[in-house]
């Protein structure tokens, strides 16, 4: 067979070779824009960075805004809910991370978080659930003060978006 | 089954046409005179139901595309204005929306008549794969198709529902944007959805005629398993078959039209009719009817599996749960087709059918308390079936003895 082959493996087989690949990589190249066309476009990535004004939400109030389509969760937290979210032993959490982990210095009593169950993505209500915190009654996840998964099926806890405090009471997101 | 040709030309045009395109010839063999098993029995009918079905939704959704608007300010309000202002917009709305519930009927109908007579044996094996394409097909139709009216259901099913694939490690997440057109639910998405609802039918029609063409290579199964020997056990499936599919066909449209008049909102849910609002979901969530059992596999694994966490687990028991269908002729290796002549089989299809629709009511049940272990005992069973109940039954069962031909079987044995 091998023999064969190379007896018959002459410059017309090359070409063969050669063409079917400039072929496939041609197509390719013409498939890659038709998917590509499905990713988030322009527009919607100019909705990327939005500023927010804290100074309206009272402490124990919860406000819920968009950001780039999806809702975000800000909530001024009561001193009560901080500490109770700082005592947490970290051996108790499924995705653990501290409360400081999950706000900014000298402003922990801001939560900002997408409002997106890491579950399958449906919205939490507020104040509920067993642990002072969201309650998901999709399927049924519950969430803590700091926004971390405590029992149900979502995996991790509600994700924090990129922000930063551009002064003590504005804030920007994305 | 492929006999001699029963065509013969009869006027010059027709013989000048047979040289060129043999279109009539074809029909004929096809669709009039193809030997047909004499005995199959009602569940039968339901292949003609569901390519009836077919042409139904194509027809009344093209005229619906001709009122709807997919953009997310306007769709709402245009499936409303479909509902109200067009003429006679309220009964074509109503039997395309009522038609997907039909269509999904008739479909598991069709779906368990080939589970109990063992249609997806050799040589039928490609038939059924085919048709376990067409179901996820119409699955996927179906799902955008609920997506378009804009309502809270909708906008949460298509959330929910494009989530499933961020459980897919590493690439998860990209492709869920490339999914959504974003990084939610929003106008690209719905726009693509409606792209895609109206170009799928025509999808499932080419599988449909594959299907067709498959079913008539071995020519049908029937009730008893037995293949056919000889002229004695088929008749032509016109006018035989064409009869028996149309008076099916009627029955069906009975319920059908009961919906579409006197119900048509009955098998929805209230929640779609407020506008889709990406801040709130509504309290209790739940698809359509005929996704439920799949819905309820989904939830059932709420806990880790090794390094798998919980939402992986679930997209894979969910996914599963229909792809084992394709491997079901490799996993029932009873060389006994018809569940009729296998009398340990019969008790476990019907256990396996009220299995089925256990699933079915969990899944719209809360995620709570005792629904949340019948839930996993439920799933686990599905599967079980499949991988260790069918193989085993297939050692150990003895099949009582079959009748030696479809004839016999029909006539009894002082004819054969």
């Known amino acids: 067979m091998a023999t064969q082959a190379e007896h018959h493996s002459t410059r017309r087989d090359f070409l063969f070779v050669a063409t079917g690949a400039v072929g496939a990589v041609g197509a390719a190249a013409v498939v890659w824009p038709l998917i590509n066309q499905l990713n988030p476009d322009a527009s919607t990535l100019a909705l990327a960075s939005i500023e927010f004004n804290l100074a309206g939400i009272e402490e124990g109030q919860s406000v819920t805004i968009m950001w780039r389509g999806l809702p975000v969760f800000v909530r001024h937290r009561t001193p009560a809910e901080i500490a109770e979210a700082q005592a947490v032993p970290l051996s108790e959490l499924k995705d653990p991370a501290t409360d400081q982990e999950r706000t900014k210095p000298g402003h922990e009593q801001w939560l900002v978080m997408i409002a997106n169950c890491t579950h399958l993505g449906c919205v939490p209500v507020g104040d509920s659930g067993d642990f002072d915190g969201w309650f998901c009654p999709c399927h049924g996840s519950h969430y803590d003060s700091a926004g971390r998964i405590r029992r149900g099926p979502a995996p991790t806890n509600l994700v924090l978006p990129p922000y930063e405090f551009l002064s003590d009471t504005l804030i920007q997101i994305g | 089954m492929?006999?001699?040709?029963?065509?013969?030309?009869?006027?010059?045009?027709?013989?000048?046409?047979?040289?060129?395109?043999?279109?009539?010839?074809?029909s004929k063999e096809h669709l009039m005179d193809f030997p047909t098993?004499?005995?199959l029995n009602y569940w039968w009918t339901f292949g003609a139901i569901l390519a009836f079905m077919l042409v139904v939704q194509i027809i009344t959704g093209v005229v619906l595309a001709m009122h709807y608007t997919p953009n997310v300010a306007l769709a709402f309000d245009s499936v409303e204005h479909i509902r109200r202002d067009v003429n006679g917009g309220r009964i074509i709305q109503a039997t395309h929306a009522v038609g997907a519930s039909m269509f999904f009927a008739a479909v598991y109908i069709h779906i368990f008549r080939g589970m109990y007579f063992g249609s997806y044996k050799a040589p039928r094996e490609i038939l059924w794969i085919l048709g376990v394409l067409i179901f996820v097909l119409m699955m996927a139709t179906a799902f955008m198709g609920y997506v378009l009216p804009w309502g809270q259901m909708s906008g949460w099913a298509a959330t929910v529902i494009t989530n499933?694939?961020?459980?897919?490690?590493?690439?998860?997440?990209?492709?869920?944007?490339?999914?959504?057109?974003?990084?939610?639910?929003?106008?690209?998405?719905?726009?693509r959805f409606f792209s895609l609802h109206y170009l799928l039918p025509f999808v499932i029609a080419a599988v449909v005629v594959l299907h067709i063409w498959a079913l008539h290579v071995p020519g049908n199964n029937n009730p008893t398993g037995v293949d056919v020997k000889s002229s004695r056990d088929t008749v032509p499936f016109h006018p035989y078959y064409t009869m028996k599919d149309l008076f099916g066909i009627v029955l069906f449209l009975i319920p059908f039209a009961w919906f579409v008049f006197f119900a048509p909102d009955i098998l929805g849910h209230p929640d779609n009719y407020i506008p889709f609002n990406p801040q709130v979901t509504p309290a209790h969530i739940v698809p359509e009817w005929y996704f439920l059992p799949f819905y309820a596999i989904l939830r059932a694994i709420d806990f880790n599996?090794?390094?798998i966490d919980s939402k992986l687990g679930g997209v894979i028991f969910f996914g599963g749960s229909i792809l084992i269908l394709f491997f079901l002729p490799w996993l029932d290796t009873?060389?006994?087709?018809?569940?009729?002549?296998?009398?340990?089989?019969?008790?476990?299809?019907?256990l396996f059918v009220v299995n089925f629709v256990a699933l079915t009511y969990l899944g719209a049940a809360p995620a709570e308390g005792i629904y949340v272990?019948?839930?996993?005992?439920t799933t686990f069973y599905y599967f079980a079936h499949f991988l260790i109940i069918l193989p085993l039954l297939s050692r150990l069962e003895t099949p009582r003895p079959l009748p030696t031909s479809i004839s016999e079987s029909v006539l009894g044995k002082a004819h054969s």
């Open chain 2, 37 to 39: 098993p004499k005995n």
């Open chain 2, 373 to 377: 272990v019948l839930a996993k005992i």
């Open chain 2, 334 to 350: 009873s060389k006994v087709r018809s569940g009729t002549f296998r009398p340990m089989f019969k008790w476990f299809y019907w």
């Open chain 2, 2 to 26: 492929s006999e001699h040709s029963t065509y013969t030309p009869g006027s010059g045009v027709e013989k000048w046409l047979d040289e060129r395109l043999p279109i009539i010839r074809f």
């Open chain 2, 164 to 191: 499933i694939f961020a459980a897919i490690p590493v690439v998860g997440t990209p492709l869920l944007e490339l999914l959504r057109g974003g990084f939610s639910v929003g106008n690209p998405t719905l726009n």
């Open chain 2, 305 to 307: 599996i090794l390094f």
